[in-house]
């Protein structure tokens, strides 16, 4: 699926996408699934916000909100575009 087939999410910021998918492992589960370019995109970003919620005083700080707000897009969207990945490396 290209770009332009997917409605993509509305992040706060602009988002490079990258080129190529790739296999995406959870880091707790130790499960892998592969993902299209889109996914990983998105999958990379949603790991990347939740360390900044992590390093910022966690989801009770307020200073955190805007990376939730995006955090809850990207789930979101994840949940609508492939459940399966979000099962496997998400929830």
Known sequence: MSKTEIKLPEFSQ???YY???GIATNPYSGESYMLNAIELT???LLI???HMVDAN???LNPNTARFQKDM???LDWFRMNNA???MVLLD
Do not use: H, N, V
């Open 14 to 16: 602009p988002i490079a």
């Open 19 to 21: 080129d190529e998918g």
């Open 42 to 44: 998105i999958y990379d």
């Open 48 to 50: 990347g916000l939740q």
């Open 57 to 59: 005083g966690g989801l």
């Open 72 to 74: 809850r897009i990207g």
């Open 84 to 86: 399966k990945a979000y």
